[in-house]
């Protein structure tokens, strides 16, 4: 009894060392996705996009800028995790290969996702009080042409996973408890990509990042999370330019959510259950930041 009662003042300073390295490297990171994006901004639509004659295309072709932020963000944040923290981003990221069941399993759940979203924003009742959602997919899928569109989904894939699974949350996870992580990462998410328009959209993000999160930690590979956002983003891409579920029947709509509903709980019920059998390997990067 002794024994504990004296290792506790021990463990106390680590805990909150542990909370202060988890909380100052987020604020790192965040502080050069601002200071990358920000002036990129500037630059795209204040300079270029008042260009006399390359003005309109820059305005009218907003997700390139997206594309270019992302791939810059990247290579910047592999050199500052190779110099300064002396890692491999992708390796601590766990970029590894899981089972084929697992992947046909996330591919059924990433299309479902997609399904699901499309046909319940396309509810009258979100559709006509909550615009936020509609805005979001007529900037980032409804206006972009194919090639910028393919380049947005295959690049933006990686980075989202790559800049909120591996490096914010895998640096709060280090210090915080895992519920906390979650929720500072759905309030992150919703802020940084300014999601907080209407309560619909928030709730959208927060769930979404739940659920990429989950598979993250689940597979225990950064692959089931980059599959799922490609597959599920391009998903409502092809509905909403296939003119899909556009018009609205009470019987069909409610019966294609709880059909998707159904497939996405199984889904993850199967890749929940594989994961618990599963061999699939841990770099080391990534097992220390599993501390919680």
Not at 93 to 107: D, E, G, Q, R
Not at 212 to 237: D, E, P
């Amino acid at each position: 009894m002794s024994s504990h009662i004296e290792d506790a003042p021990k463990r106390a300073p680590s805990a909150i060392k542990n909370i202060g390295r988890s909380i100052s490297w987020t604020v790192a990171h965040s502080a050069i996705y601002f200071g990358i994006l920000v002036p990129l901004i500037i630059l795209w639509y204040q300079v270029m996009g008042k260009h006399e004659v390359y003005g309109e295309w820059f305005n009218h072709n907003g997700v390139v800028m997206i594309v270019v932020n992302d791939i810059i963000q990247i290579s910047v944040f592999y050199l500052f995790i190779k110099f300064i923290k002396k890692e491999n981003l992708f390796k601590r990221c766990n970029f590894v290969s899981f089972s084929k069941t697992t992947a046909l399993y996330i591919i059924a759940l990433s299309i479902s996702a997609a399904i699901f979203t499309h046909t319940l924003f396309a509810l009258p009742y979100l559709k006509n009080n909550f615009s936020g959602y509609e805005s979001v997919m007529a900037f980032l899928v409804d206006t972009p042409s194919t090639w910028s569109f393919v380049l947005f989904l295959i690049i933006g894939s990686f980075y989202k996973e790559i800049f909120f699974r591996g490096l914010l949350f895998n640096e709060m996870r280090r210090g915080l408890h895992i519920g906390i992580c979650y929720a500072l990462l759905c309030v992150i998410y919703t802020y940084y990509f300014e999601l907080m328009r209407d309560i619909p959209l928030m709730i959208y993000a927060a769930i979404g990042t739940c659920l990429f999160t989950t598979l993250y930690l689940w597979t225990r590979s950064m692959y089931a999370a980059v599959i799922m956002q490609f597959l599920s983003t391009g998903g409502i891409y092809v509905l909403r330019h296939n003119a899909m579920i556009e018009q609205y029947n009470h019987t069909y709509h409610n019966a294609l959510l709880l059909i998707t509903f159904g497939v996405i709980a199984f889904s993850l019920y199967k890749v929940y259950s594989l994961s618990k059998r599963s061999t699939v390997h841990q770099h080391s990067d990534f097992k220390k930041y599993a501390g919680n």
